[in-house]
Each structure stands twice: as C-alpha cells, then as structure tokens.
C-alpha cells in the first residue's frame, strides 16, 4: 500500500509540474509581439475600411501589423480621406483593427474595427464605425527617434509602439 501512495505522489507531482509547465509556455506565448512585414503584412491588411457611411483606400505603404501572441493580430493603417467630409477628415486618418481585446496607453479596447486619430491636443482619439469618439489617450513624443514614418509599429518589452512621426502610444496585450 505504501508503494501505491509513493507513486500516487510521484505521479501527482509530475502533473502538477507538466501543468505548471504549459501554463508558463502558454503565458509566456500569448504575450509575444511581431512586427509583421512584407507578404505577411499584405495578407492581413485591408485593401480598404469603412468608416462612417464611406469607404477609403488603404495607404499600403502606411500600414502596419502585429502579431500579439500565436494567433493575434492588431492592425492599423492610414487611409485616403480625401473623399470624407472636412468634420470626418478633421479627426479621422486611419483604421485599427484588433482581433482580440488590447490596451492602448493603459486603457482597454475591446475586440473590433475602429477608426483613429493623433490630435494636435497630444492625445490619439479612437472612434466606433459611426465616428462616436470612444477612447482617448495621451501620446508620447520620441525625440530619439531618427527617421520619423507617417505610420509604424516598433516592437517593445512593453508591447507595440504605434507611431504616427515622433508621437507614439503603446499597444498591448491584455
């Protein structure tokens, strides 16, 4: 009977350390960021988006994509406005989509499709597709930064830096 119980342990042990195990590596895969590139950017990017009553034509070369984890995505880009309204043109550049809930400057953004904005006040303003402003977050200005995009993600421990110029906020996982 002693022998069972030893065994019992043993195997309860090497359970309760496999489970520990994959919760760490599962953990440690869901908080993983990359910056997409090249094919795998054009694979995820919309080549338009829809935002209050209109469509507009993606900016590829304004567009970027990260991977947050094995399977998540969040993914941004400018749009052509010029066929908005100046009300529209005024707060709108660009869309983001997220696949899964996120933060952006410390605040929660649920799964879905906005649209963006950097304002002149120092904050990114994020809206639904009506264009009801729904979140609005402080940004960052870099001055290290060299070559400042109009658009770009950089990875970071933190998460994704989401730039727009010299001015950025942070974009991670929740």
Do not use: C
């Not at 639904?128 to 402003?133: M, P, Y």
């Amino acid at each position: 009977m002693n022998f069972i119980n030893r065994n019992l342990h043993v195997a309860a042990f090497w359970l309760a350390f496999l489970f520990i195990f994959s919760m760490t590596a599962n953990a440690q895969t869901q908080t993983g960021y990359e910056v997409l590139t090249d094919a795998a950017l054009k694979r995820i990017v919309p080549s338009s988006f829809y935002f209050a009553g209109q469509s507009a034509e993606t900016q590829m070369r304004n567009a970027a994509a990260a991977r947050v984890g094995k399977d998540r995505f969040v993914i941004v880009g400018l749009v052509d406005t010029s066929g908005y309204s100046t009300e529209i043109i005024g707060k709108y550049e660009g869309f983001l989509i997220t696949d899964s809930p996120v933060k952006i400057g410390g605040q929660t953004l649920n799964t879905g499709a906005y649209g963006f904005g950097f304002a002149k006040n120092g904050k990114v303003n994020i809206f639904d597709l009506s264009s009801k402003q729904i979140l609005s977050v402080k940004t960052t200005e870099d001055a290290e930064m060299k070559r400042p995009r109009p658009l770009t993600m950089v990875k970071t421990d933190a998460g994704i830096k989401l730039y727009k110029g010299k001015i950025y906020v942070v974009i991670a996982a929740k």
